[in-house]
């Protein structure tokens, strides 16, 4: 059973930085790609970034572009997301996913891509 399970949110200020991490365990980690999604109140989950199974390719959302690092430790079954100059439109619900096999249904950014997903971390970005 595919688990994931996400930590390190909390409330900071805007120009601040935070680490999200997302520790996953049941299978064969170093083998998924791995992306993360935020969800704003009263918004849709959109897509943040993406990080393929090696590390050799990231992707970003173009609001994000520049601020934020996604990155993967296989030997620690963990993804990260190092976010910096956090402004409070980044406040959301922060959710970490897998590709666990299998073809993209859509494109990295879509989130009928992926298989599994966290229930996520808060980070809230105060003014």
């Known amino acids: 059973q595919v688990q994931l399970v996400e930590s390190g949110g909390g409330l900071v200020q805007a120009g601040d930085s935070l680490r999200v991490s997302c520790a996953a365990s049941?299978?064969?980690?170093?083998?998924?790609?791995m992306a993360w999604f935020r969800q704003a109140p009263g918004k849709e989950r959109d897509f943040i970034a993406h990080i393929n199974w090696s590390s050799y390719s990231t992707s970003y959302a173009s609001s994000v572009k520049g601020r934020f690092t996604i990155s993967r430790d296989n030997a620690k079954n963990t993804v990260y997301l190092q976010m910096d100059n956090l402004q409070p439109e980044d406040t959301a619900v922060y959710y970490c996913?897998?590709?666990?096999?299998?073809?993209?249904?859509?494109?990295?950014?879509?989130?009928?891509?992926?298989?599994?997903w966290g229930r996520g971390t808060q980070v809230t970005v105060s003014s």
């Open positions: 049941g299978g064969t980690f170093s083998r998924w790609d």
């Open positions: 996913t897998a590709k666990v096999s299998g073809l993209y249904s859509g494109g990295i950014d879509s989130q009928t891509s992926y298989d599994y």
